[in-house]
């Protein structure tokens, strides 16, 4: 049985910074690109990033800001947030997939998110 937890999420100031972090179970890890979404009370789920085995992609309201890393090691993946800003506010989820496929906002398994808020 697949499984991904998030965990890290929280209030925070803007300006400040997260680290959320995914753990996957019940999968061959090296396998999937792993990828971020995010979903906004009232709003539709949004592609934050993605990583494959070398590759990185972000929307480009985060580029900059986000970053995207992996362990195999250990099944695990980060979001490392800077620069937070009150329109980060969301659920975050973590999803396992093909890396095209959750560009486009498709993926074979996601967690239960993790609530990040941002005060102003």
């Known amino acids: 049985q697949v499984q991904l937890v998030e965990s890290g999420g929280g209030l925070v100031q803007a300006g400040g910074s997260l680290r959320l972090s995914c753990a996957a179970s019940?999968?061959?890890?090296?396998?999937?690109?792993m990828a971020w979404f995010r979903q906004a009370p009232g709003k539709e789920r949004e592609f934050v990033a993605a990583?494959?085995?070398?590759?990185?992609d972000y929307s480009i309201s985060v580029k900059g800001r986000f970053t995207i890393s992996r362990d195999n090691a250990k099944n695990l993946v980060y979001l490392q947030m800077d620069s937070l800003k009150p329109e980060d506010t969301a659920v975050y989820y973590c999803?396992?997939?093909?890396?095209?496929?959750?560009?486009?906002?498709?993926?074979?398994?996601r967690g239960q998110g993790t609530q990040v808020t941002v005060s102003s």
């Open positions: 999803a396992a997939g093909n890396l095209i496929a959750l560009r486009r906002g498709s993926y074979a398994y």
């Open positions: 990583i494959g085995s070398i590759s990185r």
């Open positions: 019940g999968l061959t890890f090296g396998n999937y690109a």
